[in-house]
């Protein structure tokens, strides 16, 4: 009976969230006249014209190929500098013991509301001369995702015995090289398990990239789909599309990293 209830509430699970998707993809298939009109469920004739709208008359590869830059430099950005200051705090002592505290005091940085900042990020990127570039959107990201990267790997590689440093530097090894070839691998789930929440955080930031772009030349995929809601009406079939579509990278990219996932969450609960 248990064994029942269990598959049951994962069935529920499922189409719970299915569902949503499920009437975006239907809805983005209609014509206009039967999502707003006719309120049928499933689309009568499937069209593809909202995805065409969409990059011939929305700019919406513009948008699309901005969020996937921007991802991609800050992601890798953060993994570096992250990586490196999480291995600092995990391998060398301070004084008063400040390594114990500092992964914390980063970690603040994600704790606060992004509202709360957003206005002092403005006059920083506007006094740079930022403002309207992939740049500004960056460091910003980067910064944030640096916090969380020390604050996830510090665990894993406290965990990693500095004996087999140790020993790799006896056989002629710098610090440096023996970071890369013994440390990081035995690191690696974590690593990945960073990176994958680094990539869905920064793909679905809205406020910030809403403050500090203004054309299609530096806007992300979610700015680019607000921009689809008018004063009067909101274009629907056009909204239901750019779901779809912006959903598509994230998606896939999570289905090709759901093994790494799983595995680095797993060995951080058990560390």
Partial sequence: MRSVLHRLAIVLAVVWSLVP??????????SNREITQDGTLLPATATFENYRSLFTY????????????????????????????????ARFRLVWGVER???VFLLLARILPP???????????????????????VLLYSAFNVSFVVWMMESFFREIPVDLEEAAMVDGDSRLTA????????????????AIFAVIVTYNEFLFALVLTTTPRAQTMPVGAATLIGRID???????????IGAAPIVLFAL????????????????
Wanted: charged content about 10%; aromatic content about 8%.
């Fill in 115 to 137: 509202v709360v900042i957003v206005v002092p990020a403005f006059l920083i990127v506007e006094q740079a001369g930022l403002l309207d570039t992939w740049w500004s959107l």
């Fill in 101 to 103: 505290r500092v992964a």
């Fill in 58 to 89: 929305r700019a919406f590869g513009s948008y699309l190929t901005n969020s996937l830059v921007v991802t991609v430099l800050s992601v890798g950005v953060s993994l570096v500098v992250g990586t490196l200051g999480a291995y600092a705090i």
């Fill in 234 to 244: 909101i274009d629907w079939g056009a909204m239901s599309a750019a779901g779809v």
């Fill in 21 to 30: 998707i499920g009437w975006m993809i239907a809805t983005s298939l209609k």
């Fill in 256 to 271: 090709l990293v759901q093994r790494h996932l799983v595995r680095g969450l797993t060995l951080g609960a058990v560390k």
């Fill in 179 to 194: 970071f890369r070839r013994i440390v990081l691998p035995l690191a690696a789930p974590g690593l990945v398990a960073s």
